[in-house]
T-cell receptor
Framework: DTGVSQNPRHKITKRGQNVTFRCDPISEHNRLYWYRQTLGQGPEFLTYFQNEAQLEKSRLLSDRFSAERPKGSFSTLEIQRTEQGDSAMYLC?????????????FGPGTRLTVL | AQKITQTQPGMFVQEKEAVTLDCTYDTSDQSYGLFWYKQPSSGEMIFLIYQGSYDEQNATEGRYSLNFQKARKSANLVISASQLGDSAMYFCAMREGRGGGYNKLIFGAGTRLAVHP
């Protein structure tokens, strides 16, 4: 499977716990994006990496959220001290420079439930 | 501020018929791109079609075509010969030109399409 992969697919946690999600982009893609999707809504942009550099962050990304992309390959999104409002689908996407239109290819998402 | 509006929360279509899903957008940028994605119940967002603001021809990809009306700021998705597998959520999204919005997509709230046999 050469698409974007995300792990875990589902995560249930208690309020106040920390969680970490992983995204593996399509191998040659240098750009990586995180989005959050709540029930009944479209995805909302969280942050973006070009190679290992985090170049843009949404105001949605509070100080409890941190994302990394060491070595410009996979990325992790960590949420500290989770709150019930963090319950959502977290989507990762990747794209490649130099193709004109940067089509974002999305992974299957990680569904987070905070109890 | 940039915004995508999808006014149809749900749509029904008979198998083999065509259906149009509406999308209007708001931007002050001259350069932008419009995307349509399909999201089946599995959750993965599947890219369908792209239209650039300077593209003179309406985009087409197989059974999908984009009815782009720049003056009206609309980018409706037309699905021809609907299939049962087309039942899903459909999202319209916009990427603005160079500048702060270039790297993110702004999504609409989506339209749920149900294809009936």
């Amino acid at each position: 499977d050469t698409g974007v992969s995300q792990n875990p697919r589902h995560k249930i946690t208690k309020r106040g716990q920390n969680v970490t999600f992983r995204c593996d982009p399509i191998s040659e893609h240098n750009r990586l994006y995180w989005y959050r999707q709540t029930l009944g809504q479209g995805p909302e942009f969280l942050t973006y990496f070009q190679n290992e550099a985090q170049l843009e962050k949404s105001r949605l990304l509070s100080d409890r959220f941190s994302a990394e992309r060491p070595k410009g390959s996979f990325s992790t999104l960590e949420i500290q001290r989770t709150e019930q409002g963090d319950s959502a689908m977290y989507l990762c996407a990747s794209s490649l420079d130099g193709q004109g239109v940067r089509i974002r290819f999305f992974g299957p998402g990680t569904r987070l439930t905070v109890l | 501020a940039q915004k995508i509006t999808q006014t149809q929360p749900g749509m029904f279509v008979q198998e083999k018929e065509a259906v149009t899903l509406d999308c209007t957008y708001d931007t002050s940028d001259q350069s932008y791109g419009l995307f349509w994605y399909k999201q089946p119940s599995s959750g993965e967002m599947i890219f369908l079609i792209y239209q650039g603001s300077y593209d003179e021809q309406n985009a087409t990809e197989g059974r999908y075509s984009l009815n782009f009306q720049k003056a009206r700021k609309s980018a409706n998705l037309v699905i021809s010969a609907s299939q049962l597998g087309d039942s899903a959520m459909y999202f319209c999204a916009m990427r603005e030109g160079r500048g702060g919005g270039y790297n993110k997509l702004i999504f609409g709230a989506g339209t749920r399409l149900a294809v009936h046999p």
